[in-house]
């Protein structure tokens, strides 16, 4: 798995883009009735998100998020005062985040197209890195959380969410329900009946390119569960994958949110601070040069 991959799919299918009938679709570029109607979707379903947002003090931080979708979490940390900058691996989330900023004339110092694992700003430049289902997408999670700890001062924090390997999505739903479905269909998938839904038929059509039995190994069976079939990238973690993939940080804080498991009906459910999809952690920079 290369980013050029990463970046392709996301530039193609920015986050969240066909939930509320699409930019270019539904809203014919119409920016401001478009991030309406996404904010609106994105905060009544994940309703979780302005209260983790608030257990962090923003004001006057200068703050880099990384990955930006649609720009509805840039807006809300701008919102709380964060001196805010944006970057992201695809020139159609920065246009999009460039309309949103210009369109709800919100005050900001930059937003740039570029790598996490080659951050164009200078050392110590950032108080605060946030970033929100993105870092689970970076192949090369090594060097990205490298260059994040480069670019905060000394003792600044990363706020991540990160998605969550002790979740009744990946526990039950992606290991167990989605696996056993797609093995039970793949028979079948030639018939009406099984190409009646698109994402069946996406992952049908995934399955007969590389063998069943390949596609269902569970690791290239998590890549394409998380954020649709054609998804080429993605982990999930506990917090030992946070200490062994973020070396150069401590965990100060942690926490699940968001019951989500498709297509378990269990979204809203009580549950969600043990078994949440959104692992949320909050990571202190290690000194330069501690072990």
Request: net charge positive; hydrophobic share 40%.
């Amino acid at each position: 798995m290369n980013e050029a991959e990463v970046q392709s799919f996301w530039n193609a299918h920015p986050c969240g883009d066909h939930i509320v009938g699409g930019l270019h679709g539904a809203f014919a570029d119409d920016y401001a009735r478009f991030f309406t109607a996404y904010d609106a979707w994105r905060y009544g379903r994940e309703r979780h998100i302005p209260d983790c947002l608030d257990r962090v003090d923003w004001r006057d931080k200068r703050t880099l998020e990384i990955g930006l979708g649609q720009g509805a979490e840039s807006e809300q940390l701008i919102r709380r005062g964060a001196r805010w900058s944006g970057l992201d691996l695809t020139e159609e989330s920065v246009r999009r985040v460039r309309a949103r900023l210009a369109v709800r004339d919100l005050p900001h110092d930059d937003v740039k197209q570029g790598s996490a694992v080659a951050i164009p700003w200078p050392d110590n430049s950032f108080d605060i890195v946030f970033s929100h289902g993105v870092l689970h997408h970076i192949p090369d999670i090594h060097a990205a959380q490298a260059e994040i700890h480069r670019v905060l001062k000394p003792g600044g924090l990363l706020v991540a969410m990160l998605y969550a390997r002790g979740s009744l999505n990946y526990q039950v739903s992606i290991r167990l329900v989605r696996r056993a479905v797609l093995a039970a269909v793949y028979p079948l998938r030639r018939t009406r009946f099984a190409t009646r839904s698109s994402m069946l038929r996406e992952h049908l059509a995934n399955a007969e390119r590389t063998g069943l039995r390949e596609y269902l190994r569970l690791d290239t069976f998590t890549h394409r569960n998380t954020d649709g079939p054609l998804n080429p990238y993605a982990k999930v973690y506990s917090l030992a994958d946070v200490a062994r993939d973020f070396p150069a940080f401590d965990v100060a804080d942690s926490y699940q949110r968001y019951l989500h498991a498709p297509p378990l009906p269990v979204h809203g459910l009580p549950g969600e601070r043990r078994l949440g999809w959104h692992l949320w952690v909050h990571l202190r920079a290690r000194p330069a040069g501690a072990p």
